[in-house]
């Protein structure tokens, strides 16, 4: 897994980290905290069925997934989903019904980000009849009953359906 090897400010060797967030350099204390991410997520309701995605990328290629992405500096999570849906399914979406949160562990190109998901509800009227096809294998729409949860590539995406769906 990749970390810091050097102070990214003064270039000494061997930057401690305190195995949680925090990297300190005892040379010129350089201090650096790899703060909690934020991502967002929304369970889409279309005429009774969710809309899921099959991911095109790493981390999780061929896995399912929801709608959703990281949030950008100076963005709130209710925009980031607008954003990103947008972006990945090419609709707009309306009312947003802000359902939980779950802690999830994304590791990109060797490095582990420890993440906070937000999880929304919204419903839509019309499917989406495009998607970014770099992001997204393949839209799938499923009853809530059947939705395969294992079949999912985070935790915590899995966690918020097992609940969303037993509410059903
Ligand atoms: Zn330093």
Do not use: H, W
């Not at 790493?58 to 399912?64: A, S």
């Not at 509800?121 to 393949?138: C, M, N, Q, V, W």
């Amino acid at each position: 897994m990749k970390t810091f090897n050097y102070c990214p400010s003064c270039g000494v060797g061997g930057i401690l980290f305190d195995g949680i967030k925090e990297f300190n350099c005892k040379e010129c204390s350089f201090t650096f905290y790899q703060n909690i991410a934020t991502a967002v997520a929304v369970i889409l309701e279309y005429d009774k069925k969710i809309l899921l995605t099959k991911r095109g990328e790493e981390p999780g290629k061929g896995k399912l997934d929801l709608p959703g992405g990281f949030v950008d500096p100076k963005e709130s999570a209710e925009d980031a989903v607008k954003r990103e849906i947008r972006e990945e399914l090419k609709i707009e979406i309306g009312a947003l019904q802000y359902l939980g949160s779950f802690p999830n562990i994304y590791e990109y190109k060797d490095v582990i980000y420890n993440v906070c998901d937000l999880f929304f509800y919204s419903r839509i009227k019309t499917l989406p009849a495009d998607f970014d096809r770099a992001e997204i294998e393949e839209l799938i729409l499923v009853n809530p009953s059947e939705i395969p949860i294992d079949k999912f590539a985070f935790e915590s995406t899995q966690k918020c359906l097992s609940l969303f769906c037993n509410r059903q």
